[in-house]
């Protein structure tokens, strides 16, 4: 006997009206919960006219649950006489619950080593019984037995834990996978399982980080595979023979359109400097300005002379003014940038040991490499600058693979907070580089290997064109109903129960759905605690703002020139200092008095 | 309330029209008023009597302190439903009597025990030929049909009480859901069968000898049995059977005990008659709620001169029930309790009856025989999903099978109405 018919894995019966895509059950008390996998063994006719068993596969969307023994009155009169139901005659136990199972598909009745799902084709016999599979032989309907495919393990299926998931490799690195879910439902989570998953096949990985959620894998990284590398990286343009076209490329992503003329302007004095490899581009750009003022002098020198030998008057002074703002533009926020690294890496010097971020165009290898995590913390940067790293980074590395250049292997590039980089339309793109980037990315990167992972806790904010290019999603616990809304639009399989079912997701529970799985999933997402990060996440802003010491010096000068302005005793008999310790100015005793004292003085006063 | 009052409200809810305008004939114009008046005083009349008499018992309601005192105490109670079933040339059954037994104040899994005591679907009764054959002798055959599923329902009603009894012996007290004794006599005219000896055995719970396994006695038997039993029994009747057999009974026994005059015994006896209301509906608006009459044996075989010959040796000696009415709360009638001779604790019997039946505060009628009756009749398998389909699927699968008995099962599930409780959705 094998377990489909063994009757003590029976948790139900079939009834009502069946389809090809459900049916409903009378689930025994206790047997099953929602999301769970479930079985049944139905006849379904084949080629020649004859019909042989299947076993349908189906999950448990929804359960319904009703006592026909317990009647309204008797909770109107339990209410009124504030009674507990169990200390009178009523019952409790004789529950009826109606399960929903949508229909996964059906496999053979005796496939020994492989399961493989069809589609059903015939419905499911009403009064069947339904049967709870073990976990040998649901491990084989996922695909587990096919141990020659890369796999990502990602956690247990919902509320059984005897019950591994995981991910296609390929399908997660060749296509595009989102996580969704409201704040704290997990993402990051989950995320960071799923690159802890790569790491072991020693994929590139490039992390953008605006939290520093993913540090922790380079606090630990002796605990990652052998050999792992992990690289944190400050944002840093540099400019050099071949990257000739870093500056433009800023002005361009950062908004600023030239008209021709100044484009020809622009070319004149960007021919005009002299690039040395390595130059800050801020410092270039300084240049750059310089030459402008430059020629807008020479220009206002030559209207006065009037003289037009041998530069014609081809730049005009509203043009050359016009590319010095463009430039002072891009130098200030490049500023802004270098400063907050001064900052950033002062701040974290001794936990972390940062890079300057690699010239993409130039080093992509430094950036994308076997067994190397790479992650660009950009917590400090505003949006502007985030989204501009993003698209120049990504832009470089997209283009080094869809060249074949053969200078970086394929790599997966996860994107945190995506709705800051991946806006809707309606959310305003003006600002916003990287979302034509990651458009590019997201449609043609399959055919070079360049996977995305995005994340975000904004669905509905999120770019729809580069949501529906994603092939795999993990939603996690979902609230809001224009989230769930447009995550149903855009996630062809997920159905209405499973859409319901989002809000009562607990951490790291989910539905995992699309080409990484065999058919959507429940899964409880596996938690990897060592590769939390211990200095950055949560901080205790209460405990922060109660130890808060204002900085000494200020302290110091509070009233240095205020307080100075009422002749004090000491400020007279400034050599006498210890006196003026001994005894303090009227005023600030007062001040200094201890609370009480003061309210005992009111109460006396009022008495 | 008033009686008065109880009255014009029962008329305005038309409980009494139908007796009203029977009074109407004799009574002519300011029907109402006049009606109101003359049953009013009848009541009133009964009320006195009956309280000058000591006949009115109250049983105490104080659910908050009632249902904490009854943890750890067991209360059984069963109730069986039957198929109309009609199949030519048969006489099939089917019948499942239920027991559902709950401990108050059990946290445990422990709490309830629900069973079907039986599920009776082929013939209990001994006649050739078998279902399915057509009998050679029709003639021969006993065809009251309904007599025969009544006899079943009955008889395997107070053997589930019977077996309920002897597994539990735990039960403070076992309610059954309808009369504890029913008439006997109507099934045992000539022809009448006898029950199987498997059928005579499973009700009983042992070995029958052959005379006995005839309706008569075998219910008789069961019954002296159950009256045994270590717990107290108790049939909770929901319909109002009509007569008054309990009121005209009261004042028969007061006048043989020589409390009550001749004249007045007439007088009260030709009251009740005239306006010819049941005991409920009287005592309806003599009783306020939580009222019960001091219970009354009711002699339930009556009347003699029907006897089938054959059994009345047997008819003499059947046990007779106490009975009495209680009303549960102002706006419910009241309903009728019975139980044997000689019971115990029937004043504590009588406030758990009370204290159930509040717990369904609009329909007045013992919570958990309400439970089992829909235990008994919902075939656990069926839900409101069920369709047209599922039974033909049914039908198909007992053909499938090999097993005659399953065949005959789906036969008679498809043979009955679709109104009938088989089919019955979830409640
Ligand atoms: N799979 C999980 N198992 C257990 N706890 C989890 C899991 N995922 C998340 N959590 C809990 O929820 C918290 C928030 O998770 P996180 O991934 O940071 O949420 P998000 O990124 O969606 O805001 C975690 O700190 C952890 O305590
Ligand atoms: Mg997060």
Redesign the interface.
Known sequence: MTWITNSENMIG?V???TSTDSY?F?LRSFRAKVGDIVATLSAIPDDNKSHGNAIIWGRIVSIDR?N??F?A??A???AE????L?????????D?L?AEVLILGSSDEDSTSQMDLSPLTYPV???ARVINPPASAIKKLLGASEDNVPKLHVGSLLGRSDVDVSLAANKVVSRHLAILAMTGGGKTVAARRIILALIGHGYPIVIFDPHGDYLGFYENRAKLPPGTDVKLFYPMMKVSEENITVVSDLLAKMGRKMTDAQHDFFNKIVMETKISDGTKASDYILELIQRAENTAAKIARKDKEDDAEDSPKKFGATTVNAVKRSLSFVLNALKQMEQNNKVLCERLKDDYQFHEMPDPKRDPEDIVRKKQVSIFYLAGYDHLTQSTIVSMVLDALFSHRAALTNRIPPFQTVIEEAHNFIPSRQEGTDETPSLMTVRKVITEGRKFGTGLMIISQRPARLDETILTQCNSFLVLRLVNPKDKNFVRSVMENLSESDANILQTFGPGQGIVSGQAVRFPLLVKVHHDKNFESSKIGDEDFLKAAASWNESGTRARNRGAFTAAAAPTPAAKASPDANKKEQQPAPSKAARSDPPSLKFSAVAKRKR | MEIQDRIESKITQGDFLANMLRVARSEGPRLQHAFVEHVGNLAEKLSVFLRANGRVQKAAYN??EF??R??GRA?G?VDGGVAAIDLPGASPLGIRVGS?V?R????SGE??E?KIEFSIVDDLYAEEPLTFDVPEDIEDRYDDRAKLRDAARIISEIAAALALSRRRQDLGVLLVHGPLINPAAPYGPPGFPHFTAEAAESLFGAAVARDERHFIPLYRQILEQLKEASAPVFGVVERDGGGRPLLERLILTMYQAGDLPEAEKRAGLALLRKYDLSDAQILDVVLEAGEYLTPTTVPRQEPSNKWPKDWDENLKVYPNPLTTFLKPSETVRPFRVETFEGARNHEEAMTLIL??A??????GFP??L??VD??AK?P??L?K???A??KA??LR?AFESDDRKLQEYAIKMLSVSSRDWFFRP??
């Open positions: 019966t009834v009502g009206n409903k009378i009703h026909p023994f009647p009155e008797a109107q009169e339990l006489q504030n009674l507990r169990i200390d009178t005659v009523l019952s409790t136990s004789r009826y109606n016999q009403p009064a | 659910p908050a249902w904490p009854q943890k209360f109670f559902y709950v108050p104040g059990d946290e709490r309830e629900f204290a159930t509040r717990l369904l505060p609009g329909y919570v958990a309400d439970i829909k235990f919902v656990s398998w839900s999903e069920i369709g389909g599922h699927v049914l699968k979830k409640a």
